[in-house]
């Protein structure tokens, strides 16, 4: 069975730092591209970043570019977002996604398995 399980959210002042991480289990986890979303309260559920296989490549969502840097460790079954400089509009419910696939990686319909998300709320 997989399971995907977020760690690292919580309550922040803008202008900090947090690292959220995802710790994966039950598939082989080198073989799936990962990616990050999240979803505010109101909205629809957005891509912020992926990382292929490897770590190789990454892609970023036009409002983290610079802020933001996903990460993975394929001997720890785990993926990582670091987020700087944080700002209210990232407060939203963050959640670890993995895919076979290897493109289409910004869309939620190309993620085979899902995690149940951590809370990350930005103060002003």
């Known amino acids: 069975q997989v399971q995907m399980v977020e760690s690292g959210g919580g309550l922040v002042q803008a202008g900090d730092s947090l690292r959220l991480s995802c710790a994966a289990s039950?598939?082989?986890?080198?073989?799936?591209?990962m990616g990050w979303f999240r979803q505010a309260p109101g909205n629809q559920r957005e891509f912020v970043a992926s990382i292929s296989w490897s770590g190789s490549s990454t892609y970023y969502a036009d409002s983290v570019k610079g802020r933001f840097t996903i990460s993975r460790d394929n001997a720890k079954n785990a993926v990582y977002l670091q987020m700087n400089s944080l700002k209210p509009e990232d407060t939203a419910v963050y959640y670890c996604a993995a895919a076979r696939a290897s493109r289409g990686l910004g869309f939620e319909t190309f993620y085979d398995y899902w995690g149940q998300g951590t809370q990350v709320t930005v103060s002003s």
């Open positions: 039950g598939l082989i986890f080198g073989s799936y591209s």
